[in-house]
């Protein structure tokens, strides 16, 4: 059960519909509130792949390559995995949601946690990683508040002379909505969940998952202007969840989720980056190399720990 608005809070330029009666009797009739309704949100039946295909997808996110705490000897691991597990030989796609690299000049003091300052070795060494991957796993890359593009969302897709040191790799933008053998996958960085956190008493960084159903029942991905999302003014709001998704997958905390809301599959992929000074002080514990594999036909999911 998702609480009341009344005892969760609502996000700043949230859109609700609301009921109640107006006073009568008043020469500026006065609306009485008694009721806050967001979009209604049923029970939604998933498009499932077809039962020959016998496909998985792959769900991973903030790499954070080029940082010192990325942990090198668990990617070794998650290689072999690839290279020899029977279930790695139904993975045919490998979802990056953002935050690839750690990036340079993302915030003040970030060289003395870089173990390699060059923002274009960074990428190139991500795809050098990305090659040790077997070729029958198509990669699907999408940009989080690390990468090198704009911070504002919606964010484009990585520059074409990034994309060019990769191969098997298709480079999307920051959100995505795309559809693999009929299943239809909403990926988002994830950014806004620190709005939610600050917002809404139901979410905490320890369950980004409150954050996306929060984002599902509201329809929208980032609804606050003027928080800790920079945001994009654009002709038409991006943000905006048209067509609620069989698969919603997010990023950007450093946590992991998998689980059902009302029909759709939510997955908090996990990073790859350990415990960083930032997070100490904060007393966070993230929850590092968990490969999260579903099957698109059955939804069964699987979470491989490496660590
Ligand atoms: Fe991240
Ligand atoms: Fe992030």
């Not at 070794?76 to 490998?94: R, S």
């Not at 984002?215 to 048209?242: C, F, N, Q, Y």
């Not at 790859?272 to 966070?284: A, K, P, S, Y």
Request: with cysteine; net charge negative.
């Amino acid at each position: 059960m998702s609480l009341h608005p009344s005892l969760d809070g609502l996000m700043d330029d949230e859109i609700v519909g609301v009921s109640g009666n107006f006073s009568s009797g008043e020469r500026e009739p006065i609306l009485w509130v008694q009721n806050i309704h967001k979009p209604p949100l049923g029970q939604h039946s998933k498009s499932q792949a077809g039962e020959e295909s016998a496909v998985s997808a792959a769900f991973l996110s903030d790499v954070h390559l080029g940082s010192k705490t990325f942990l090198a000897p668990q990617w070794e691991k998650m290689v072999q995995w690839f290279k020899n597990d029977p279930l790695a030989k139904t993975v045919k796609y490998f979802v990056l949601t953002g935050d690839g690299v750690d990036g340079v000049g993302i915030y003040p003091g970030q060289e003395r946690h870089l173990a390699i300052t060059d923002l274009f070795n960074q990428y190139g060494e991500l795809a050098r990683m990305l090659e040790d991957i077997p070729d029958w796993v198509d990669v699907v890359m999408l940009p989080g508040n690390h990468d090198a593009v704009r911070p504002a969302e919606p964010q484009p897709a990585l520059d074409p002379e990034v994309q060019q040191d990769y191969s098997n790799t298709t480079f999307v933008g920051n959100p995505c909505d795309f559809s693999l053998h009929g299943v239809r996958i909403l990926s988002y960085h994830g950014k806004s969940i620190d709005d939610f956190v600050a917002t809404l008493r139901s979410v905490t960084y320890s369950k980004p998952e409150m954050a996306m159903r929060a984002m599902l029942e509201r329809r929208h991905l980032a609804p606050s202007w003027g928080g800790k999302t920079p945001l994009s003014p654009e002709p038409e709001d991006r943000m905006v969840i048209p067509v609620v998704p069989d698969i919603f997958v997010t990023g950007h905390v450093h946590g992991h989720f998998v689980g059902d809301h009302k029909g759709t599959l939510m997955v908090h992929s996990s990073t790859w980056q350990d415990q960083t000074d930032f997070q100490r002080m904060l007393g966070f514990q993230p929850k590092p190399c968990i490969l999260t594999v579903v099957n698109l036909h059955t939804f069964a999911t699987e979470s491989i720990d490496f660590v």
